[in-house]
């Protein structure tokens, strides 16, 4: 199972050509500059409406192997995953919660801060075609060994939710306007992370208990992060199993879209 972490720009800075690097920010910004070597990979580009009107659902399995295979990444391949926070709605969380579902064989890392981070360690950018030797040499094929551990379906929250601690990641008027979990806590993923030097930094371990802490989550409980289609819930599910383990979460990526249809 993948690995979860974070990295640094500096140390990023020095792994260029050693890793595949993803741009989770909307495709637009993406052609206006990105970290050289990086492949687009917005959320926005990999999901669809089931056929029972669920928006915002992954595509398959098959499909998302298939188009990292052609960006030359293989599930044994280094990934590092980068946004902006707010305009990519915490898709680099996503992307890395899409690995660990696919069951991705080694470490998966986060650049904290993201594209702004880079910069401000005077990264340089690119517009051009990937140039990356590890990911652009040839295509590769990405062997899926799905891990449903990290997902859930609204029937088994539905029969199971006092087995879980559950946390809704939307904004405020989205809880108080829209369908809610029964038994859920409401913490925005806003407060995943934290304004540093001007950079939005995942929280650490220490930052994450005194969250929970104050709203007495039960630590005991495997915990289950949701929004409208587990993006931002994505966010939130990374920040927490790259401090406390993949075992001990799970985006539901239908969110409240799937719950309302249930």
């Not at 595949?20 to 917005?42: M, N, T, V």
């Not at 991705?104 to 401000?120: F, R, S």
């Not at 939710?161 to 939307?170: A, C, K, L, P, V």
């Amino acid at each position: 199972m993948s690995n979860l972490s974070f990295i640094s720009a500096q140390e990023l800075k020095s792994k260029i050509g050693q890793v595949a690097i993803l741009d989770a920010r909307p495709k637009a910004l993406y052609e206006k500059g990105h970290i050289p070597g990086a492949f687009s990979f917005s959320w926005e580009d990999y999901v669809h409406t089931d056929s029972k009107g669920v928006k915002y659902r992954i595509i398959a399995p098959e499909k998302l192997a298939s188009s990292l295979g052609k960006m030359g990444i293989d599930e044994n391949t280094p990934v590092v995953v980068y946004g902006d926070a707010d305009k990519s709605w915490g898709g680099e969380g996503w992307a890395g919660w899409v690995f660990a579902w696919l069951g991705h064989k080694t470490e998966v890392k986060m650049l904290p801060g993201g594209i702004d981070a880079w910069q401000k360690a005077g990264g340089s950018m690119e517009t051009a075609t990937p140039s990356n030797p590890l990911v652009a040499a040839s295509q590769k094929t990405y062997s899926v060994s799905m891990n449903p551990a990290v997902n859930i379906s609204a029937e088994t929250i539905g029969k199971k939710n006092h087995d879980f601690s559950i946390i809704d990641t939307r904004s405020l008027m989205e809880r108080i306007k829209g369908a809610r979990i029964d038994g859920s806590v409401h913490i925005p993923w806003e407060k995943f992370y934290q304004e540093k030097d001007g950079l939005r930094i995942a929280l650490d371990k220490e930052a994450l208990l005194r969250l929970y802490a104050e709203k007495k989550m039960d630590s005991s409980k495997k915990y289950v992060f949701y929004c409208t289609g587990g993006i931002r819930s994505g966010f939130a599910w990374f920040v927490h199993a790259a401090a406390f383990g993949t075992d001990s979460a799970i985006n539901f990526e239908g969110g409240t879209e799937e719950w309302e249809r249930r």
